[in-house]
């Protein structure tokens, strides 16, 4: 296994270049480079602090880089604005479910933008798999906890992206709905939607994954197929072996 | 997703939910307030219209503070720079047919040019929430302390003067071809009251759209709908302009009404006072804030017999007390109250226990 | 440029910070701190003005314990205003700041319903330094020496003493802080007690100098708004001190140039344009650049 393998095929969807970002005194992202193929469902792993939420924040723009580059279908998105990279195709799910929750959950759904404006087979597809279209009228805050994850993943999907982010999206869940979780995640990257996931869940990571980068002190440490990774003894060392 | 697609979703377009009940009391209002123009004496109509004339300037700041979640205590300050551009361009048109309304025009469009102007710098800085009320504070006190030194024949325009601290006085009112719309005049009174009504259903039409809906989450989770792909901080500056600009329609029709502008309109105290309307009604409510409107301005009204400072304490102690007993606002419990009371009876329970849930239950 | 010029311009800078300084400290701890505006800061320095002016009239009091008494009065009564009020909005930051306004109306028009339109000044001390062809107030050099104490004071408290670290810690994590034991609600109505005396003492210190009407607070407000929009709460001192005193150079050419109105003015302005590249004011800037140095350090 090797550090930083591109894809063996496909056009490139995301890349990284040297990307850094400091906290501190601390290098939550250290000359990142990372490439991620379009129709790709890449897991990010790592121990606590590893970067990954930082990473995120990089792509989605919530926070500026320091230095590096981050590529998006070819063009530089590096200093653009957070909402216009949205428009471009990225959209992220937070780690802490983020709805609005005294709107009901039809009314959630107006919020995003959509690209396109037409109907979005793919939302309406989501919404019945992952029991919403029920509850369309429902005040988004008396759903479930796993709805309300549920939901933002919708509202996230509702602005057609390219590209989605996951930030531990099976956070707080059964084993049941994990499981639902991960079965929906696989499909929707059948549907064509690029995904990047970042869990701690290794049962949701087994389900899902066929590439795994592992994340450690902001570098990647090691990248490559799940089963590759879960044999190598310094993954094992560093990650696998506290849980 | 595409609006119709989500639309399909949505049972209730409207959290108000039932048009035809809505429209009905509109209806009945309006033709309440229209027919009253038939039987009320001149003083009365006067009055009301007096009243009445604050409204789109407190809708305004409904929209900009209970949808948007901006609290600015500028809405005086351009009902006051509305009301004195007015009376500079009128002044120097008064011979020229139609001059009011370009005076009007130029009033409103000054206001909402300050305001974008404003705007851009704070929201675009993504400030925290506290400064714009602050600023906007400031902007009051500063424009109140400019104008009350323009005393003198060095501060005019044409054939206008500032005026000082005394104000700008002989401001011609509003004229359409031969009707004038001076404040004693029934057809002041009428303009008013569908200017007024206007600007609500205008607004509750916007808070109903989708725009309505993004505002609302620009309020409860700005950053989430920056990452849902919305330009806010353009937004932001849109509503606070508007909510400008409806301030300026206020400060055109009071200087029509008065015939006169003065410094302490866009002071400090009047600067208090949307704020209070908005809050004791309910901010998050327009019809709260039409009716609070009204109401206010009427016991303020009977209260400066008294003398300014009882309706300015009695302001500050409904400020006081709603802030720290009725958060929603005032009108907004009480419908709470009773839609809770109304609940067990009936089949209706649970179409009243779904419309409370939702915010605005009165928009 | 003679040097007589030079030092009165100096003089009118001094002037300036102090004012800014005396205005605005007490609103920007209370920020820093309690994450809340008090928009009755004003009257609150208007009630400092109206205690000093009473004691010297109707006890006959010397200035100094005048001074002292409107101190010591104005922090009860913000201890007071802790506990009954600020204290139900901690959850709702803006509430706080609706509400107080609320407050500051019904103090100001209080006292003019009980104590009348003004009162009589209490007379300046007539102390002059002249230097070249102008002359400086005495009585207000010795409110420059008042702030540089006050400010070292602070400093010495923020840094220096067991309270200091418990509420700068309780400013960074307040969970954290009460999770260690620190009373953090304490914290709070120490804080809001001590701006309060800060606001009286503003009021105390400047009653000679202006008229005594319910709505003198507005003529500080203004500035101390200001000022505490570009300080940024994040370190109350480093922020007051920086944006007093950028202002202030902002403020003192334009004033003697073009009057105090336009120095007014300049300063929004300056405010405006300042936020839009610093949105969390100087404070929030110096210390995003410390943590940037010390990434910086760390590789």
């Not at chain 1, 070819?74 to 799910?93: N, W």
């Not at chain 2, 004038?180 to 029934?186: K, Y």
């Not at chain 3, 009460?178 to 210190?205: E, K």
């Amino acid at each position: 296994m090797s550090v930083g393998t591109p894809p063996v095929s496909g056009e490139i969807l995301l890349q990284t270049t040297d990307l850094t970002k400091s906290f501190g005194g601390i290098r939550a992202v250290d000359h990142l480079t990372l490439t991620i193929a379009r129709g790709e469902l890449r897991c990010i792993i790592g121990p606590n602090g590893a970067g990954k939420s930082t990473l995120f924040s990089l792509l989605t723009g919530l926070h500026r880089a320091d230095s590096g580059r981050i590529l998006f279908r070819g063009e530089d998105i590096t200093r653009l604005a957070p909402f216009r990279r949205v428009q471009k195709g990225i959209c992220e799910k937070f780690q802490t479910t983020r709805i609005y929750r005294r709107l009901t959950v039809g009314q959630n759904l107006l919020i995003p933008r959509a690209m396109r404006g037409s109907e979005n087979g793919q939302l309406k597809w989501a919404l019945e798999t992952l029991g919403l279209a029920d509850e369309i009228d429902r005040p988004a805050g008396e759903l479930y906890h796993s709805h309300q994850q549920w939901l933002e993943i919708c509202l996230a999907l509702a602005t057609e992206p390219d590209l989605l982010l996951l930030d531990e999206p099976t956070a707080g869940m059964t084993p049941d709905e994990t499981a639902l979780t991960a079965q929906f995640v696989v499909d929707l990257n059948a549907h064509g939607v690029t995904v990047l996931v970042v869990e701690h869940d290794m049962a949701f990571v087994r389900y899902i994954a066929r590439q795994v980068t592992v994340l450690h002190y902001g570098r990647i440490f090691a990248e490559g197929a799940l089963a590759e990774i879960e044999s190598d003894q310094d993954v094992r060392r560093i990650y696998l072996g506290e849980e | 997703m595409s609006p119709q697609a989500a639309k399909e979703l949505q049972q209730d377009p409207l959290p108000s939910g039932r048009p035809r009940a809505f429209w009905a009391v509109f209806g009945v209002v309006a033709a309440g307030l229209l027919g009253y123009s038939a039987v009320g004496d001149t003083f009365a109509l006067s009055n009301l219209a007096n009243f009445l004339l604050y409204v789109p300037m407190a809708l305004g700041l409904g929209l900009l503070w209970g949808y948007c979640g901006v609290l600015s205590f500028g809405q005086a300050a351009f009902f006051g720079i509305a009301g004195y551009v007015y009376g500079l361009i009128a002044g120097n048109l008064v011979d020229v047919a139609g001059g009011t309304l370009v005076a009007a025009a130029g009033g409103i469009v000054g206001a909402a040019l300050v305001a974008a102007a404003f705007g851009y710098f704070v929201f675009y800085g993504q400030v925290s929430g506290w400064i714009i009320p602050l600023l906007t504070l400031v902007l009051s006190l500063i424009l109140e302390t400019f104008m009350a030194q323009t005393a003198g024949y060095q501060w005019r325009i044409g054939r206008v003067l500032f005026g000082g601290y005394n104000g700008m006085t002989s401001i011609p009112s509003l004229r359409i071809g031969p009707v004038e719309f001076s404040g004693p005049t029934t057809a002041f009174y009428l303009l008013v009251v569908g200017l007024s009504l206007l600007a609500y259903l205008g607004l509750r039409s916007l808070v109903g759209s989708r725009y309505g809906f993004i505002l609302v989450g620009t309020r409860d989770d700005i950053e989430r709908t920056r990452m849902l792909g919305h330009n806010v901080d353009f937004m932001q500056v849109q509503v606070f302009t508007l909510a400008a600009a409806l301030a300026g329609l206020s400060g055109v029709l009071y200087v029509s009404w008065g015939n006169y502008m003065n410094p302490s309109n866009m002071g400090l105290l009047a600067a208090t006072l949307p704020v209070v309307w908005a809050a004791v009604g309910g901010r998050e409510s327009l019809v709260a804030v039409f009716l609070s409107t009204v109401a206010l301005r009427a016991l303020a009204d009977t209260l400066a017999v008294r003398g300014g400072e009882y309706a300015f304490l009695i302001m500050g102690g409904l400020l006081l007390g709603t802030m720290l007993f009725f958060p929603a606002g005032i009108v907004v419990s009480l419908a709470r109250a009773w839609q809770r009371r109304t609940q067990s009876f009936g089949p209706r329970a649970s179409r009243l226990a779904k419309s409370e849930r939702e915010p605005g239950v009165l928009k | 440029m003679s040097l007589p010029y030079i030092v009165n311009l100096l003089y009118q800078f001094a002037d300036n910070v102090a004012f800014l300084l005396l205005a605005a400290l007490g609103l920007m701890i209370i920020l820093g701190v309690l994450d809340v505006i008090n928009l009755a800061h004003g009257e609150l320095i208007m009630l400092g003005g109206y205690v000093t002016t009473l004691a010297f009239y109707r006890w006959h009091l010397p200035l100094a314990a005048c001074i002292v008494l409107s101190v010591i009065a104005v922090g009860l009564f913000g201890l007071l205003l802790e506990r009954t009020v600020i204290r139900r909005f901690y959850h709702d930051k803006l509430g706080a700041l609706v509400a107080t306004w609320g407050i500051s109306l019904i103090l100001s028009q209080g006292i003019l319903i009980v104590l009348g339109p003004s009162l009589q000044s209490v007379p300046l001390p007539d102390w002059t330094v002249s230097y070249g062809v102008y002359s400086f107030g005495g009585y207000r050099l010795l409110l420059f020496a008042v702030v540089v104490l006050v400010v070292v004071l602070a400093w010495w408290v923020f840094y220096h003493t067991r309270l200091g670290v418990q509420t700068r810690a309780t400013m960074q994590n307040a969970d954290m802080a009460q999770a260690l034991g620190i009373d953090t609600r304490r914290i709070y109505l120490l804080t809001f007690a001590a701006g309060s005396a800060l606001a009286g003492l503003t009021g105390a210190l400047y009653a000679p100098t202006t008229t005594i009407v319910p709505l003198m607070g507005t003529t500080f407000v203004d500035v101390a708004f200001i000022t505490v929009v570009v300080g940024g709460g994040a370190n109350p001192i480093v922020g007051a001190l920086t944006s007093a005193t950028v202002l202030s150079l902002i403020a003192t050419p334009l004033s003697s140039v073009l009057g105090t109105f336009f120095g007014r003015i300049g300063l929004l302005i300056a405010a405006l344009v300042i936020i839009r590249f610093l949105p969390r004011g100087f404070s929030g800037y110096l210390r995003d650049l410390q943590r940037r140095r010390m990434a910086q350090a760390a590789t």
